[in-house]
């Protein structure tokens, strides 16, 4: 019995092939099924999930197929009118004790020092001591964004002001689905000064020119990435394992 690389939200054991699980259709949290029954209902905070029941080697498929079809809307975008495309928001980013530059995201925490400590020391650390941040090696976000005002939409939603204010609240009280551990609060650093800016990369070829020349070497060359309209994203990381979710889902590992 392999592992599926995931770990059951209510009982922090691991989920083999063999098992049945049922996976929240909401924020695609793994249980066993007899987890998910003596709980009742799903293990993240506040989700009102339903489940889906599968044998544990039907995971990852569902949760990647759930993914993609979230991210099939919008075509044309509500606020300019303009072509949607599909893609990836990437950066490069630097390692943060040297080394080659490779792609991937980087997060910073917005709680320095552990939760609970309540001392007046730990208090003043917290204001003083910099937010940790790490550098996720190879990790994109899947989404969308509008090839003339480059707004960001993620799972049909808007990158905007009000995605922030819903999604930056409660952000730390997930846990980590490979090794158990509580998850830390804060953002995905669109612009990480030194450690690069984040992109967005077309799946295909964006058509910005109905000429030969324009598409094939413009379009596809030169006007496939663009630099998007979008702030920091929040998101929760394991400290341990720097698995990384945005408003409940993962964020993508390439490699
Ligand atoms: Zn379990
Ligand atoms: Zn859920
Ligand atoms: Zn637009
Ligand atoms: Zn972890």
């Not at 691991?14 to 799903?42: I, P, S």
């Not at 999604?167 to 000064?193: K, N």
């Not at 070829?205 to 596809?220: L, M, Q």
Request: aromatic share 8%; charged share 20%; with cysteine.
């Amino acid at each position: 019995m392999a592992s599926v690389g995931r770990v059951c939200l209510y009982c922090s054991q691991v989920v083999t092939t063999e098992d049945v699980v049922k996976v929240c259709g909401r924020c695609l949290a793994v249980h066993h099924e007899e987890c998910w029954d003596r709980n009742g209902r799903c293990s993240t905070f506040r989700c009102v999930g339903v489940p889906q029941t599968m044998r544990g080697d039907a995971v990852l498929p569902y949760i990647q197929a759930t993914m993609e079809r979230d991210n099939e809307q919008p075509g044309i975008c509500p606020l300019c009118g303009s072509r949607v495309y599909a893609g990836v928001l990437q950066g490069s980013a630097l390692p943060p004790r040297g080394g080659a530059a490779q792609r991937g995201l980087v997060f910073q925490a917005s709680t320095p020092a552990p939760k609970g400590s309540r001392s007046l020391a730990a208090r003043v650390l917290r204001r003083i001591r910099p937010a940790p941040k790490w550098v996720l090696a190879a990790a994109a976000i899947r989404a969308r964004s509008c090839g003339h005002c480059r707004r960001v939409f993620l799972w049909g939603m808007p990158l905007d002001a009000s995605f922030i204010e819903q999604w930056g609240q409660d952000i730390a009280q997930g846990f980590c689905p490979h090794c158990g551990e509580q998850l830390s609060g804060g953002r995905l650093l669109v612009d990480a000064g030194a450690l690069g800016r984040a992109r967005f990369e077309c799946d295909g070829i964006p058509t910005f020119h109905k000429d030969w020349f324009g598409h094939h070497v413009v379009d596809r060359f030169f006007l496939r990435r663009w630099p998007v309209k979008a702030g920091a994203i929040p998101a929760a990381s394991c400290p341990s394992c720097h698995y990384t979710e945005v408003a409940g889902r993962p964020v993508y590992r390439l490699q």
